[in-house]
T-cell receptor, first 116, second 112 residues
Framework: GAVVSQHPSRVICKSGTSVKIECRSL??????MFWYRQFPKQSLMLMAT?????????EQGVEKDKFLINHASLTLSTLTVTSAHPEDSSFYIC????????????FGPGTRLTVL | DQQVKQNSPSLSVQEGRISILNCDYT??????FLWYKKYPAEGPTFLIS?????DKNEDGRFTVFLNKSAKHLSLHIVPSQPGDSAVYFC???????????FGKGTRLSVIA
């Protein structure tokens, strides 16, 4: 199956700092990548959809100035949590869909963000 | 409005028996359905999918059944194994490049 990596897997930062999370599709080209957030014991919450070379589409209630998404190439999307606060602590997961046309979204292993 | 519903938050099954996980959807535009398995602190792993032109898809111990008229799908795992213990997410989507819609998940515990 297709492989998606995320880096870092775990990050702890101080309140007010910015954190960048990378999502890479390793063996396929992903025209579309998705960013999700998961709170403990809850479902995956879609934050935004990013298409290569264009601006991300954010879901209602997600602050685009706080969660900056860049999809600069067909294999890399980044999520930057700006001026992080403790309430931003969460598990962030990206997924990628191949440009080959099938529907599956392949997920990365997730990034655990803890803001002190 | 939840378009994909997994009404059972948890399920316990004995090892060797069948596990049946259920999922209902409301959007008639959905034509592709998937099941994902998720362990704690990991990303979801794709398990099996089915398109709306089929009513059954089988892959080893996993079978997905789709009842379009009832807008219902189910995942059967047989025989269940302790390693199957995880949270299972049902997902659905229409044609085109839109994100999948996920249910809230069902936590399966397979007891040895």
């Amino acid at each position: 199956g297709a492989v998606v990596s995320q880096h870092p897997s775990r990050v702890i930062c101080k309140s007010g700092t910015s954190v960048k999370i990378e999502c890479r599709s390793l063996d396929f080209q992903a025209t579309t990548m998705f960013w999700y957030r998961q709170f403990p014991k809850q479902s995956l919450m879609l934050m935004a959809t990013s298409n290569e070379g264009s601006k991300a589409t954010y879901e209602q209630g997600v602050e685009k100035d706080k969660f900056l998404i860049n999809h600069a190439s067909l294999t890399l999307s980044t999520l930057t949590v700006t001026s992080a606060h403790p309430e931003d602590s969460s598990f962030y997961i990206c997924s990628a869909r191949s440009s080959g046309g099938f529907y599956e979204q392949f997920f990365g292993p997730g990034t655990r963000l803890t803001v002190l | 409005d939840q378009q994909v519903k997994q009404n059972s938050p948890s399920l316990s099954v004995q090892e060797g028996r069948i596990s049946i996980l259920n999922c209902d959807y409301t959007n008639s535009m959905f034509d592709y359905f998937l099941w994902y398995k998720k362990y704690p602190a990991e990303g979801p792993t794709f398990l099996i999918s089915i398109s709306s032109i089929k009513d059954k898809n089988e892959d080893g111990r996993f079978t997905v059944f789709l009842n379009k008229s009832a807008k219902h799908l189910s995942l059967h795992i047989v025989p269940s194994q302790p390693g199957d213990s995880a949270v299972y997410f049902c997902a659905a989507g229409p044609s085109g490049n839109t994100p999948l819609v996920f249910g809230k998940g069902t936590r399966l515990s397979v007891i040895a």
